[in-house]
T-cell receptor, first 110, second 113 residues
Framework: RKEVEQDPGPFNVPEGATVAFNCTYSNSASQSFFWYRQDCRKEPKLLMSVYSSGNEDGRFTAQLNRASQYISLLIRDSKLSDSATYLCVVNEDNNNDMRFGAGTRLTVKP | DVKVTQSSRYLVKRTGEKVFLECVQDMDHENMFWYRQDPGLGLRLIYFSYDVKMKEKGDIPEGYSVSREKKERFSLILESASTNQTSMYLC????????????FGDGTRLSIL
C-alpha cells in the first residue's frame, strides 16, 4: 500500500464549480501536511499547509482528519488558472521526511 | 522569498557518462533533498542531507551519490548514467523544523541517450 494516496483524476470541471480532492496517508504518526500545486513542466509550489483545525485561504480550504487519516482540499468558484496538478504531501517524522502523493490533475474549462 | 537554484534546466548526456546536477539555496536551510519525478510515480526521494557532509539514502539511491561540502550547495551525481535515469530531477530545501514545507528549484530535465 502506498504511503500517500491520491485519486489521480483527471478532474474536469467548468469554471465556477466547486471541486474537492482527498488524500489518504498510512502513517498515523505523521506530523504535518501540505498541499502543493504543480503546473505542467514546472516545479511544485506550496499552496497551503494543513492545520489540525482546518484552514482557509481565499477560495481554498484544507482540512485534516486524523482519525480517518486523510486530508482534503476544497476549491470554490474554480478559475481557469486553477488548472494544475495538486500534490498531497505528508511529513512523517522529525527529519522532514516528506512523502508525496502522485498528484491529482485538475482541468477547469470555460 | 526562498530561492533554490538548479544549475541546468535541460541536460542531455550519454550512457556511461558521469553527470553532476548542482543545487544552491539562499535561505541557510539545514535540509536539502534530491527527488526524481516520473509520470504516474510522483516524486521519489533519492537522497537527502540535514547538515554539511551528512547524507541519508532516500527511497531510490541506487546509481546515485551526493555531496554536501557547503551548507548552501547539494550536488547529485550519476556515477555512470543509464537510460533509465532519464527523468525530471528536483532539488528542494527546508529549515530544520519539522512543520516547515520544502521549497523546490525549477527542476532539471535530464535525458540520457
Amino acid at each position: 500500500r502506498k504511503e500517500v494516496e491520491q485519486d489521480p483524476g483527471p478532474f474536469n470541471v467548468p469554471e465556477g464549480a466547486t471541486v474537492a480532492f482527498n488524500c489518504t496517508y498510512s502513517n498515523s504518526a505523521s506530523q504535518s501536511f501540505f498541499w502543493y500545486r504543480q503546473d505542467c513542466r514546472k516545479e511544485p509550489k506550496l499552496l497551503m499547509s494543513v492545520y489540525s483545525s482546518g484552514n482557509e485561504d481565499g477560495r481554498f480550504t484544507a482540512q485534516l482528519n486524523r482519525a480517518s487519516q486523510y486530508i482534503s482540499l476544497l476549491i470554490r468558484d474554480s478559475k481557469l488558472s486553477d488548472s494544475a496538478t495538486y500534490l498531497c504531501v505528508v511529513n512523517e517524522d522529525n527529519n522532514n521526511d516528506m512523502r508525496f502523493g502522485a498528484g491529482t490533475r485538475l482541468t477547469v474549462k470555460p | 522569498d526562498v530561492k533554490v537554484t538548479q544549475s541546468s534546466r535541460y541536460l542531455v548526456k550519454r550512457t556511461g557518462e558521469k553527470v553532476f546536477l548542482e543545487c544552491v539555496q539562499d535561505m541557510d536551510h539545514e535540509n536539502m533533498f534530491w527527488y526524481r519525478q516520473d509520470p504516474g510515480l510522483g516524486l521519489r526521494l533519492i537522497y537527502f542531507s540535514y547538515d554539511v557532509k551528512m547524507k541519508e539514502k532516500g527511497d531510490i539511491p541506487e546509481g546515485y551519490s551526493v555531496s554536501r561540502e557547503k551548507k548552501e550547495r547539494f550536488s547529485l551525481i550519476l556515477e555512470s548514467a543509464s537510460t533509465n535515469q532519464t527523468s525530471m530531477y528536483l532539488c528542494a530545501s527546508s529549515s530544520m523544523w519539522e512543520d516547515q514545507p520544502q521549497h523546490f528549484g525549477d527542476g532539471t530535465r535530464l535525458s540520457i541517450l
